[in-house]
């Protein structure tokens, strides 16, 4: 009796485990960057990233758009020329990402697709190339489950949740035909750590 006791307890401490296990939310999140760029030209950059993180590995999809206008003619208050320069980058990047309970650093590296584009008045020339883009960054986020907060962090909706939002700094830049090197502040929604110690 003893022994089929104990033997049940197991199968069932076993099958809690697992649930457990189950029950962990995965690391996936989406940022969106706001950065300065230099390029040879003061740039602006705008990008959008999709992570998934499996361990300490790190994979990212991003997405971005450096732009730099070096003039613009006006009439009035109506442009009527503008000399401007963008570069649409694709980007696939693998890396390390490290958590220590509610802020986390990281460094990728990977090849992007690039898409430039020049304008001058009315005449516009593009041309293709591959690069070689990095990040080295590094992000703040809640070190344990809360209830999501709505209208700037104000009103807090639903139970506690692992689903959150992060901030943050990222060194960035893309080593190509046209390279540039930018500093920017990311903002992310998902989950940025497993919450394994929480119900």
Not at 48 to 68: E, I, P, V
Not at 135 to 159: A, D, H, Q, T
């Amino acid at each position: 009796m003893t022994l089929l006791l104990m033997t049940f307890s197991s199968a069932f401490a076993q099958e809690k485990e697992d649930f457990i296990k189950v029950k962990e939310n995965p690391i996936v999140f989406g940022n969106f960057l706001f950065g300065y760029t230099n390029s040879g030209k003061k740039a602006v950059t705008v990008d959008a990233s999709l992570n998934y993180q499996s361990k300490n590995d790190l994979y990212t999809f991003r997405t971005s758009q450096t732009t730099s206008i070096d003039r613009i003619d006006w009439s009035l208050i109506i442009p009527t020329s503008i000399v401007s320069n963008t570069t649409r980058e694709y980007a696939a990047l693998y890396g390390k990402r490290y958590i220590e309970d509610g802020w986390s650093y990281h460094f990728s590296g990977g090849i992007s697709y690039n898409i430039n584009e020049d304008v001058n008045g009315d005449i516009k020339t593009s041309d293709t190339f591959v690069g070689f883009p990095f990040e080295i960054g590094m992000s703040l986020f809640k070190s344990k489950k809360e209830r999501f907060r709505v209208f700037y962090g104000l009103i807090p909706v639903g139970k506690e949740t692992s689903f959150g939002r992060s901030f943050g700094l990222k060194l960035y830049a893309n080593i190509a035909k046209k390279s540039y090197v930018g500093l920017g502040l990311t903002f992310g929604l998902g989950w940025h750590k497993i919450y394994e110690n929480e119900k």
